[in-house]
């Protein structure tokens, strides 16, 4: 699983699951150099079902340094490679 998300000044920590499962650690969106792409964020191995699978991204928290609101993220891709 990659993604490619979007840092921005008002960006939250985002915490990824699949299925219910926590995938990787969370990923802080914050940055005080304007709206910029990540590059591709490599997550690591997933199980699916391939029917009904759910990836959530959740904040769950702030940078020391994030403006109000906090609690945005963007989503630029979402990359599934099989093996």
Not at 4 to 10: E, K, N, P
Not at 31 to 45: F, I
């Amino acid at each position: 699983l990659e993604l490619l998300l979007t840092r921005a000044a008002d960006y939250g920590i985002v915490s990824v699951s699949v299925n219910g499962v926590p995938v990787g650690e969370a990923i802080d969106l914050w940055s005080e150099h304007g709206v910029v792409p990540t590059a591709p964020l490599d997550l690591g191995r997933v199980d699916l079902r391939g029917r009904g699978d759910v990836l959530r991204l959740e904040v769950t928290g702030a940078n020391p340094g994030a403006r109000a609101p906090y609690f945005q993220f963007g989503i630029d891709g979402v990359r599934l490679t099989p093996q």
